[in-house]
């Protein structure tokens, strides 16, 4: 009967020793499955200790991919640089429903010439995320490195060897990985791609082309266009187009004079605008403004400038949209509108307005109001 006692006393404390070395090791394994490795569009090989919750970023424009992702966007935002790059319509959304957005301080700075690496270590981040590799932030990135501070970068030479929309679901997969978001994530890059490949394909059979320009930020003075390296200008030859601006301005951008667009007179003509109202014409395009406001503002441009002399005017095939929407995770959007402009015919079945429906009741923490896109007829 001892004996047994024993053996059953041996067993308990084995049992008990047993739950206590597993509970140990998964004390000490816990990390490591926390861990996140990421590879960021610079081709950096990125290590956390954990999903990030307090990000600093250089690109307050953040806050949109964020929002397609994440329920609460704003509290993952420790710092930002020149929020006021956020749409003023937009901004007012968001802080409608999320007012702590207005506590977030303004640290660091778009281009790494001018931003502080004490700044950035004043709103005690977990992650810094950079909109766009640059040589310059090399310096920043070992001295935050040295700081147990990741950084990744959204944009940058890994990027630049995809299509537009392999870079958009790219960027949005990485910040869905760095905060623990993979899964809706991943659902909104499926999105991106799929709305492309409703576009991308049809015109694999289409045998025109048609001359575009692309108007940036359009003003009384004629004209800012993208250049050979914009994503902008690879949108409109995804969707069937020809820039003007791809042969004049290599680069990323540049202007173009009046002479060179009235020889190449397109055959579609699209603005991009912002909401604010500048000192001279402009167009005013974007969150809280309505369709006439928008409309309104494109035909002066239009109507006060060589630009009312195009084939494109006189063939009712003027447009205008939301620089900042175009420039976004959101840019599918805008994509659909290039299809369906440039080749009317064969995209009469794309629906900007109802993707753009289905991205705020599916994706978006907050539904973007507003005019993001418009025609100066009345027919879309």
Request: aromatic share 8%; with cysteine.
């Amino acid at each position: 009967m001892k004996t047994l006692c024993a053996l059953e006393a041996c067993r308990r404390l084995f049992t008990k020793l047993g739950l206590a070395f597993a509970s140990f090791a998964l004390l000490l394994s816990g990390p490591a499955f926390a861990e996140i490795i990421l590879t960021d569009a610079a081709g950096r090989h990125v290590r956390l200790e954990a999903p990030a919750k307090r990000i600093v970023t250089n690109e307050s424009l953040l806050l949109l991919s964020l929002a397609l992702i994440d329920p609460d966007p704003v509290s993952r935002i420790a710092g930002w640089a020149n929020p006021q790059r956020i749409d003023p319509g937009m901004f007012a959304a968001f802080r409608a429903k999320f007012p702590a957005i207005d506590a977030i301080p303004t640290v660091g700075a778009l281009q790494p010439a001018q931003t502080s690496v004490e700044s950035i270590l004043s709103a005690r981040p977990d992650l810094l995320v950079i909109h766009q590799w640059q040589p310059g932030w090399q310096e920043i990135v070992d001295l935050l490195t040295s700081a147990a501070i990741p950084v990744i970068f959204l944009d940058g030479p890994v990027n630049d060897k995809r299509l537009p929309q392999d870079a958009t679901a790219f960027s949005i997969e990485l910040l869905g990985k760095a905060i623990g978001r993979d899964a809706p994530a991943a659902d909104y890059a499926k999105f991106v791609r799929d709305h492309y490949e409703a576009i991308t394909g049809p015109l694999q059979n289409a045998t025109t082309r048609p001359r575009v320009l692309v108007d940036g930020f359009a003003s009384s003075n004629c004209c800012s266009t993208p250049g050979r390296d914009n994503r902008m200008t690879q949108n409109i030859a995804l969707a069937g187009g020809i820039s003007i601006g791809a042969s004049a301005v290599p680069g990323y951008e540049g202007r173009l004079n009046p002479e060179y667009v009235l020889e190449a007179d397109p055959a579609v003509y699209i603005a991009t605008g912002v909401p604010q109202i500048s000192s001279q014409a402009s167009l005013v395009i974007g969150g809280g403004v309505s369709k006439d406001a928008a409309r309104s503002a494109l035909k002066t441009i239009v109507d006060t400038t060589i630009r009312r002399d195009l084939n494109a005017v006189a063939e009712k095939r003027v447009y205008g949209i939301s620089h900042q929407m175009s420039i976004s995770a959101l840019n599918v959007v805008i994509f659909e509108c290039f299809a369906k402009w440039i080749h009317p015919e064969l995209f009469a079945g794309i629906d900007p307005d109802k993707t753009l429906a289905e991205i705020n009741k599916r994706f978006l923490a907050v539904e973007l109001d507003g005019t993001f896109y418009i025609s100066l007829s009345e027919e879309p």
